[in-house]
């Protein structure tokens, strides 16, 4: 098929370069006219694994091209997808005006089959939205046989994109007619490999399908964190309960790592998306609420842990990070805990470099003039650190050289904002652990250099006391 994609971002040039693959003539628009020039030139303008060998390979083939003006490489299009960003606005509403900007160029520009797929999240009615739009800019001829808009939300996630899209755990189809379905169904047969993954239903229920996919990824992550808290506060064993819930198969075993919380260019829009949805639908969305909340709530207590930990303020501490983008590999650092964590850390006084195997330069981009060191190695980073906070689960962070860690920090706390040590390991070590249940309290009292209180008798001993200043 004649296929172009409008956006190429994480989700459009993984579509695109995927659907070429398996055959299909793909155009590629965006008009960000750098990245459409790398692109051209089979450089990624993002770290993605895989993708890069799979943009030179369709490159070559001339199966794949890329180009800025949306008129010419829609002329002769079966199927046109929407795959631009759909950021939040700031009143948490889902921001369309790329999406509905690009109805409107598309306007007289395309042919009376083609279909117009939204694949970017966005709002239930959207396709209404663009479907009036496009009924009133079209030819007269043409919109006597129907403007076809369908929803086709995607489900890949960062740093597993090209596999997610290559063997696809479920492909939802949303349409309100039968040859938009059919279309669509027959571009997807080559990733259906099993004929059972394929959901059709109509555009409203897929528009919402992908909010209430997110929105419930979101609830289990903040979830397992305020169990976390409480385990902590309670002087239970947060490990040991995440064992027995795996254990469930109505629970299941995924999301369920207790740490700094959810960010990305996703979870984040789309939970406030839908809480803006629910408001103007007079519903009160009490659990959507207290999701952000949560999540919210994990960063700033992680900051007034450290906080705590260091006496209360962090004027001359020096602190190394571990980890920028919002999960490992990806360099996405949009509403990255890291980021938002490192600018708390420097308005607070201290001195940060942070290190990321990928996620430097589009960190140092989000941070601007926010004064923060970068190394070239996680060691290199922890250089006479008073404490060391990691933040993002990257492989190589796992299994450190914990001898050498502790003899190239000052000080030997290492907060672990992703549960990925284990305290005994680190102890043996000379290095101190805190996890996020460790350092929190119900009742929001710094519990850092402090005895907390059990559940039942007392005190359950102390946490290591800070180091004294060094600066
Ligand atoms: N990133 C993910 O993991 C993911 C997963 C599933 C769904 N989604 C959804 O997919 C959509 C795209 O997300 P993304 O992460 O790929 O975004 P992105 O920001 O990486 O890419 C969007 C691209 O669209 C281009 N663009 C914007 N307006 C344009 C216009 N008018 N004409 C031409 N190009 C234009 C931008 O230059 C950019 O390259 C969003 O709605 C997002 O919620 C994202």
């Not at 055959?23 to 960000?32: A, F, K, M, Y």
């Not at 008129?71 to 759909?86: E, I, M, P, Q, R």
Request: with cysteine.
């Amino acid at each position: 098929m004649n296929v172009v994609i409008i956006g190429s971002g994480y989700v459009g040039l993984v579509t695109g370069c995927c659907l070429a693959e398996v055959g299909n003539i793909v155009t590629c628009v965006d008009h960000d006219t750098k990245k459409v020039a790398a692109l051209a030139a089979g450089r990624l303008p993002f770290y993605e694994p895989q993708l890069g060998q799979i943009l030179g390979a369709q490159l070559a083939k001339g199966l794949l091209k890329f180009e800025t003006s949306m008129a010419s490489a829609v002329a002769n299009a079966d199927v046109v997808f929407l795959a631009v960003g759909t950021p939040s606005n700031a009143d948490g509403s889902a921001d369309l005006s790329n999406l509905l900007a690009c109805a409107r160029a598309l306007g007289d520009a395309i042919p009376s089959h083609c279909v117009i797929v939204v694949k970017s999240t966005a709002p239930v009615g959207t396709g209404d939205r663009i479907e009036e739009i496009l009924n009133a800019s079209v030819r007269q001829a043409d919109a006597n046989d129907g403007i076809r808009v369908a929803c086709n939300p995607e489900f890949l996630a960062e740093g597993r994109a090209v596999h997610d899209f290559r063997c696809p755990d479920r492909i939802v189809i949303g349409a309100n007619d039968a040859y938009s379905s059919a279309v669509l169904e027959q571009l997807y047969t080559p990733f259906d490999t099993d004929g059972q993954r394929t959901m059709l239903m109509d555009r409203r229920s897929a528009e919402f399908a992908k909010y209430a996919c997110n929105c419930m990824l979101a609830a289990r992550i903040s979830m397992i964190n305020e169990l976390s808290s409480l385990a902590g506060t309670l002087g239970a064993d947060i490990a040991s309960t995440c064992r027995v819930l795996r254990a469930d198969p109505r629970i299941g075993a995924s999301y369920l790592q207790p740490g700094v919380g959810y960010g990305g260019s996703c979870l984040p829009k789309d939970l406030s998306a839908l809480i803006d949805l629910a408001q103007r639908a007079g519903e009160p969305a009490h659990m959507l609420r207290s999701i952000e909340r949560v999540n919210v709530g994990q960063r700033q207590r992680l900051l007034k842990a450290i906080c705590d930990y260091f006496g209360g303020g962090l004027r001359g501490r020096r602190l190394a990070i571990w980890g920028l983008s919002f999960k490992p590999d990806t360099d996405d650092v949009r509403a990255s805990p890291s980021v938002a964590l490192i600018r708390d850390l420097v308005q607070e006084g201290a001195n940060v470099n942070a290190y990321d195997p990928v996620a430097r330069p589009a960190a140092q981009a989000a941070l601007g003039n926010v004064s923060v060191g970068f190394g070239q190695s996680a060691m290199a980073v922890c250089e006479q650190a008073d404490a060391l906070i990691v933040m993002t689960e990257w492989d190589e962070f796992k299994s450190p050289d914990l001898d050498r860690l502790a003899t190239t920090m000052r000080g030997h706390m290492v907060f672990d904002a992703r549960s990925i040590y284990k305290t005994k390991v680190l102890q043996q070590h000379g290095l101190h652990h805190y996890r996020l249940d460790q350092i929190m309290s119900v009742s929001g009292e710094p519990v850092v250099n402090r005895p907390r209180m059990s559940a039942d008798r007392g005190y359950r001993g102390m946490l290591p006391q800070a180091e004294s200043p060094a600066v």
